[in-house]
Nanobody, 113 residues
Framework: VQVVQSGGGLVPAGGSLTIACVVS????????IGWYRQAPGKERELVAS?????DYADSVKGRFTISRDNARSTAYLEMNSLRPEDTAVYYC??????????WGQGTQVTVSS
């Protein structure tokens, strides 16, 4: 199984960025997708997930959009109106109960003020 992330980088406050997660080696459609982030000195937190429902952390609601392209086995996190406090390493996670979970390698997103 491979979970390879791409995108990320440096963006000014108010800007937009989309990060992606390309998956191989498993049945992509069988797994729920979650995007997490971890800022320096803080715990990893869930920011968006999609499975039987789609949910967002309050801090990103209305600004971030999670999506998936099952034909390309790819998940996306579109981030708009970015703020300096969104600066973190972002991780993609695939999960299915009883089958296990898989993490991407992480992608740095830095929002300058």
């Amino acid at each position: 199984v491979q979970v390879v992330q791409s995108g990320g980088g440096l963006v000014p406050a108010g800007g937009s960025l989309t990060i992606a997660c390309v998956v191989s080696g498993l049945t992509f459609t069988a797994y729920d997708i979650g995007w997490y982030r971890q800022a320096p000195g803080k715990e990893r937190e869930l920011v968006a997930s999609t499975g039987s429902s789609t949910d967002y952390a309050d801090s990103v609601k209305g600004r971030f959009t999670i999506s998936r392209d099952n034909a390309r086995s790819t998940a996306y996190l579109e981030m708009n109106s970015l703020r300096p406090e969104d600066t973190a390493v972002y991780y993609c996670k695939l999960e299915r109960i009883f089958w296990g979970s898989y993490w991407g390698q992480g992608t740095q997103v830095t929002v300058s003020s």
